[in-house]
């Protein structure tokens, strides 16, 4: 196993990509925390890790309040006394208007859920565990909408470029102690979301939703979306030495959809 003995932290760890991290890191070894605001996922996340034999701690959270994110890294150190692995992958998908119809509120949320979050997180594990070891590996999940803009998508990609710059400001700034930051961007992945901006694409397009479906899909190489599990082994690679000579670096996992 790659991960043998390590400790993760996977934020938006209860469903869909995140919770298909959480289980990949657990059947590599890894002991797990997963956060998230709700509660009900967590948990079944959690006792699904547990059944693999490693050990799991949930936590709600909502990443977007920062005593709630600190109160979360206390307690996992509390618990395991340290965190090998930070995966950022908590976010929302945000609204699905034009930017003339844009309500701040809705903005100033995605935003704070989708890259402040990101930042506390890793600011309090890299300030009380990451940086006095001297060792410890990043990886902030992005999305292709973080390498192009999409219509009506103005603040779920911003956020998504914005992780990309912060990754790469991250790993120039911690390199030095022996800690790497990478990224993951993924394509169309099969699940909630995706359904759930498709049927926007949808309504905004006047077309139907398995037109929306067709047309997504028609973009890719592979012609078909990419699997949660198939993020979840890019983020083992990352988390583990045989990529130990990658830093600073956004992947793309897309089928095909974006090529650089």
């Given at each position: ?5 390590k400790?993760?932290?996977?934020t ?9 991290i959480?289980?990949t ?13 709700t509660?009900?996922d967590?948990?079944?996340t959690a006792a699904?890790?547990e ?5 799991c701690?949930a936590i ?8 709630q ?11 395991f006394g340290?965190v090998?692995?930070?995966v ?5 998908g945000?609204p ?6 844009m309500e701040?509120?809705?903005w100033?949320?995605t ?19 990451m940086?006095p070891?001297?060792s410890g ?6 999305s292709?909408a973080?390498?192009m ?11 998504k470029w ?5 990754t790469q400001s ?13 990224c ?13 901006a498709?049927?926007?694409?949808s ?5 139907t939703y398995e037109q929306?479906?067709?047309g997504?899909?028609a973009?890719?190489a ?6 949660p599990?198939?993020?979840a ?28």
């Open positions: 196993m790659q991960l043998e003995g400790v993760a932290v996977v938006g760890g209860g469903k869909g990509i995140g919770k298909a959480a289980l890191l657990a059947g590599e070894g890894a002991d797990v925390v997963i956060a998230a605001r509660e009900a967590l948990k079944k699904e890790i059944k693999t034999g490693r050990k701690l709600a959270t909502d990443q977007a309040v920062d005593e994110v600190r109160r979360m890294v206390e307690r996992t150190l509390e618990r340290r090998d692995v930070l950022n992958n908590a976010g929302i945000g699905a208007v034009s930017v003339a119809d701040l509120e809705a100033n949320q935003l704070a859920i989708n890259l402040t979050g990101a930042m506390l997180c890793t600011k309090y594990i890299l300030k009380n565990d940086i070891r001297k590996n990043i990886i902030n999940i992005s292709v973080g390498r803009g999409e219509p009506y998508r103005s603040p779920y990609s911003a956020s914005g992780l990309i710059g912060f991250l790993a120039m700034e911690v390199g030095k102690y022996g800690i790497r930051v990478n993951i961007a993924p394509g169309p992945v099969e699940g909630e979301r995706i359904e759930w498709l049927r926007q694409v309504k905004n397009q006047g077309i929306a479906v067709e997504e899909v973009r890719t592979l012609g078909r979306m990419v699997k599990e198939e993020v082994a890019l983020a083992v690679f990352l988390a583990s030495e045989k990529s130990a000579g990658i830093t600073g670096q956004t992947i793309n996992c897309s089928a095909g959809l974006m090529m650089d």
